[in-house]
């Protein structure tokens, strides 16, 4: 038995606070292999560094865990000012100064580039993918006295679904969430099936999707009910509306079992009616974050979306007769776009109706994505070219503030049209100030008068 130490690192709060699920999921693993673990979210510690010090020392541990969500927060225009990997030096540094025990980082950010970021930070060791098995490998390897390499790989085959750990939430670190965004997160499943070119999700989870039994998701579900009666759960599934049906089998467990909860998740704007939808509303889903990520067929082809707008329209059309609060996140200046599909592509969003929208400018390159063979190949970016700092895509063929201007100039007037995204932050911040909790955009659409609304004033 060992003494394990776990750190989210993670301090961004836009859109809003997000619980560390991937934390509590090893810290679960860890507490079923009969390991003793102290989780500490720097974020909800007030990034109180003598309180880090303070308990480090204190609980003595063996090994000490960092977990790394981000890289940056994916927005150009604030590329320079939102690099998350200087803080995260500084606490492994922090952690050096008062702990001998090893150190060992992962989490997503981590595994899209190990080597450069194990490096960057002076970690010991640096765990690639999925951390419920391999941490526990290394635990035991280390107490053991076993030689091991500074990166470690996750198994060699990704875990079946009844082998994901059921996360272990930590009350203080829940209280804190629930305050500031009212939501703790969940995962129903990993894996991405789809080839959008400029993801990484199926390089760090798999390209299937690899589900959780349906018990196993509502037990959590029902825990979570239980215990934290007025939380409402986010699921941070790459995509919740599998095309084999897992996520209506959640919805119909939901509802045999009686358990009451509201949720909402990332969905793909494809093949989702609005008997699909009535069933979920029914389960509790109260808004969907759509990944539409472009508004013309031209760059949705360029993306490699395997969708078209149409497809978007029917699933937008569905969710407001259905009055469930959507939101499509969009990006410009992608493959293929030319300031033709600009303008088509503004020309679609007026058709959304009260659905809102999320506009960013540029893609975030990323190390395996195929995005950036394609930049290397258009003389964007050199091919060996690092990544740990922020590279944007452009399509070659526009001016990159030509096309802000116009969109801009389309979004003017229109409340539930964002852009850039600083400006849906700084209505979101001014909503927080008036007691308003939940992902917040959800406020910014109204269907009647006598319609609950989906996140309430708190």
Not at 180 to 186: D, E, P, T, V
């Amino acid at each position: 038995m060992s003494r394990v130490f776990l750190i989210s690192a993670n301090t961004t709060t836009e859109p809003y606070p997000v619980y560390p699920l991937g934390m509590a999921v090893l810290a679960g693993a860890l507490s079923g292999r009969g390991h003793v673990v102290k989780q500490f979210d720097f974020l909800a510690s007030g990034k109180d560094r003598e309180r880090l010090r303070r308990e480090l020392s204190e609980f003595a541990p063996d090994l000490i865990g960092m977990s790394l969500r981000n890289i940056d927060n994916v927005d150009s225009f604030c590329a320079e000012n939102a690099w998350y990997l200087d803080q995260a030096r500084e606490l492994a540094q922090l952690i050096r100064e008062t702990n001998s025990a090893p150190l060992v980082v992962g989490g997503p950010a981590f595994s899209i580039m190990p080597d450069a970021i194990l490096d960057y930070l002076g970690a010991d060791y640096g765990i690639v993918g999925e951390g419920e098995q391999a941490l526990c490998t290394l635990v035991d390897d280390l107490a053991a006295g076993k030689k091991v390499s500074a990166l470690c790989p996750s198994s060699s085959s990704a875990l079946d679904g009844i082998d994901m750990a059921s996360p272990l939430y930590d009350r203080e670190w829940v209280d804190f969430y629930l305050q500031n965004s009212g939501m703790i997160n969940l995962q129903s499943k990993r894996g991405c099936p789809f080839e959008c070119n400029y993801c990484t999700y199926p390089a760090l989870e798999g390209n299937r999707f690899r589900t959780r039994p349906v018990e196993a998701v509502v037990d959590d579900l029902e825990r979570i009910s239980i215990a934290y009666p007025q939380a409402k759960v986010f699921f941070t599934d790459s995509i919740f509306n599998d095309p084999c049906g897992h996520y209506l089998g959640l919805a119909e467990e939901i509802l045999r079992r009686k358990i009451e909860i509201r949720w909402c998740a990332f969905f793909r704007p494809q093949g989702l009616g609005r008997r699909e939808l009535a069933l979920l509303k029914r389960a509790g889903l109260c808004a969907l974050e759509l990944g539409t990520d472009a508004a013309s067929d031209t760059t949705l082809g360029g993306m490699n979306k395997g969708l078209s707008f149409a497809d978007v329209l029917a699933v937008n059309e569905a969710c407001l007769a259905e009055e469930l609060p959507c939101a499509h996140f969009i990006i410009f200046g992608g493959p293929g776009e030319t300031p033709e599909s600009v303008t088509e592509g503004l020309d679609n969003i007026a058709q959304l109706g009260k659905a809102v929208v999320f506009a960013f400018s540029g893609i975030r390159i990323l190390p395996g994505a195929p995005l950036q063979v394609q930049a290397v190949r258009e003389g964007i970016i050199a091919e060996d070219q690092s990544l740990v700092k922020p590279v944007y895509y452009y399509s070659p063929q526009i001016d990159p503030e030509a096309m802000h201007q116009e969109i801009s100039r389309s979004f003017q007037g229109h409340r539930n049209r964002i852009f850039p995204p600083s400006e849906g932050q700084e209505r979101l911040a001014v909503m927080r100030r008036f007691g308003f909790n939940g992902i917040l955009w959800d406020q910014l659409i109204s269907f009647r008068k006598n319609s609950k609304a989906s996140f309430s004033h708190q």
